[in-house]
């Protein structure tokens, strides 16, 4: 009696695995595709407090430098680009798009509304717009 494999067994054996290659494949293409969306949120997010940290580091709007975007009036917004914000930091990282490019070109739009007592009532909508990539904050 010969020893060895017969070639029905082989074939069998590389289906068998071409089919869990096949799904290794799926598996890894949807966890890269996760995981850029999760740098989109990050990088939303990241803005959001950009925007925050660009008005108090100005003295919450005695606005000395009048390069800088005003602080909002009630019921007035305004749009703090992401130049304003990059300018404002020299710490601020660039944003990069995970697919390629940059995000140059997004912005926050922040809206103050009514004061509550001397406490100032500020919403951020931020727009990130990214070479791949829109996020739903834009007009």
Do not use: Q, W
């Not at 799904?23 to 293409?29: E, G, M, N, P, R």
């Amino acid at each position: 009696m010969k020893k060895g494999f017969t070639l029905v067994e082989l074939l069998g054996v590389i289906v068998v695995l071409a089919i869990i290659m096949g799904l290794a494949v799926v598996s890894v293409s949807y966890i890269i595709d996760k995981g850029k969306a999760g740098v989109y949120d990050d990088y939303i997010n990241t803005l959001k407090t950009a925007a925050r940290t660009y008005f108090i580091d100005d003295n919450v709007g005695t606005n000395h430098d009048p390069n800088k975007v005003p602080f909002p009036k009630i019921g007035e917004t305004v749009t703090v680009t992401y130049d304003n914000i990059k300018g404002n930091d020299s710490s601020f990282k660039s944003l990069t798009d995970p697919n390629g490019g940059n995000c140059d070109a997004s912005y926050v739009k922040v809206t103050r509304n009514a004061d509550i007592g001397i406490n100032y009532s500020l919403s951020y909508t931020v727009c990130l717009k990214c070479t791949n990539y829109t996020s739903e904050g834009c007009n």
